[in-house]
């Protein structure tokens, strides 16, 4: 089994910055694209950002020059630098993989930090 921990969520005023982190962590395993994704109460999960194994990246319009996700390949982490916070962005936030193992890909995801942003 491959697990995703995610970490570096909390309460934060608007206009400030956090830094999230998602590790993956496991026996025999390749990862290709990562990326991160939110839930606000009542609306459905909706991308954030993704980055491939070779770095090119791909942001959701809402979060476009404020976030910037990044990615450890030698130590499988995956990162997420959110500025200039704003209310709309709390939820919480998922990781997610594509971890490869034995040749079988699958859609792997952690189980989530909150993100709260004041106004």
């Known amino acids: 089994q491959v697990q995703l921990v995610e970490s570096g969520g909390g309460l934060v005023q608007a206009g400030g910055s956090l830094r999230l982190s998602c590790a993956a962590s496991?026996?025999?395993?390749?990862?290709?694209?990562m990326g991160w994704y939110r839930q606000a109460p009542g609306n459905p999960r909706e991308l954030v950002a993704t980055?491939?194994?070779?770095?090119?990246?791909n942001y959701a319009d809402s979060v476009k020059g404020r976030f910037t996700i990044s990615r450890d390949n030698a130590k499988n982490i995956v990162f997420l630098q959110m500025n200039s916070l704003k209310p709309e962005d709390t939820a919480v936030y998922y990781c997610?993989?594509?971890?490869?193992?034995?040749?079988?890909?699958?859609?792997?995801w952690g189980q989530g930090t909150q993100v709260t942003v004041s106004s």
């Open positions: 997610n993989a594509d971890i490869i193992r034995f040749g079988a890909p699958k859609s792997s």
């Open positions: 980055i491939s194994n070779g770095g090119s990246t």
């Open positions: 496991g026996r025999t395993f390749s990862i290709n694209a």
